[in-house]
Every structure is written in structure tokens, then in C-alpha cells.
């Protein structure tokens, strides 16, 4: 199974960026759609992102576009989310994710593997 370790998060002001990253722990990350949810206290988890495996394809949630955009390194075995124009309702724990789905944005349920999390925080 596919470790994934996030990093990145951070406090930010509204309006302002940051770049989260994943590592995987394996090879199979190059064949791989990899992915960005999020979860807000008291609410579920929800899709942000994801890349196909050649990066040729990226789906972004409908709350994120325009100002999110995810992509990756296979010879690193890395992938990004690049946040920009930062919102408090981006405010979450925003967790890596691996899926064998590939044409269409994934459920919950359909999460190969999980990275730990990490907080993103933007103050108003």
C-alpha cells in the first residue's frame, strides 16, 4: 500500500498562497491518480483536486477553480496543490489521497490510500 506523507500547510491571511506537497512511498505512485480532499471541523470530507497519472487530466472542485491548481513529479514521486487567493472557508485539514478511479472525480469510498493530513488555516 502506497504511503503518502503531506506538508505545507500553514496560517495564511485571506488573499494570500500556499503550496501544499505529498511524497509517496512507492513506484506505483507514476501510474496512479493522485489527489486533494479537505475536511472542515463538523463537516465531511470533500474532493478539492486530483491529476491523472501523466498529469495530462486534472479535475478541481467547483469552490476551487480559478484559484487551486494541483500537479506532480513522478521522478520525485511528488505531488502539489498550489493555493492562491485564499479564503476562510478553505480553512481544513486537507489530506492526500490515491485512487484507481481515473475518468471522473472519486467518492470518499473509492481512497486507495490516505497521507496523515495537514491543517491549512486562513484568517479573515
Known amino acids: 500500500q502506497v504511503q503518502l506523507v503531506g506538508s505545507g500547510g500553514g496560517l495564511v491571511q485571506a488573499g494570500g498562497s500556499l503550496r501544499l506537497s505529498c511524497a509517496a512511498s512507492?513506484?506505483?505512485?507514476?501510474?496512479?491518480?493522485m489527489g486533494w480532499f479537505r475536511q472542515a471541523p463538523g463537516k465531511e470530507r470533500e474532493f478539492v483536486a486530483d491529476i491523472s497519472w501523466n498529469g495530462d487530466r486534472t479535475y478541481l472542485a467547483d469552490s476551487v477553480k480559478g484559484r487551486f491548481t494541483i500537479s506532480r513529479d513522478n521522478a520525485k514521486n511528488l505531488v502539489y496543490l498550489q493555493m492562491n487567493s485564499l479564503k476562510p472557508e478553505d480553512t481544513a485539514v486537507y489530506y492526500c489521497?490515491?485512487?484507481?478511479?481515473?475518468?471522473?472525480?472519486?467518492?470518499?469510498?473509492?481512497?486507495?490510500?490516505w497521507g496523515q493530513g495537514t491543517q491549512v488555516t486562513v484568517s479573515s
Open positions: 489521497a490515491v485512487t484507481w478511479i481515473s475518468t471522473r472525480i472519486p467518492t470518499r469510498n473509492e481512497i486507495t490510500s
Open positions: 512507492e513506484r506505483t505512485f507514476s501510474t496512479s491518480t
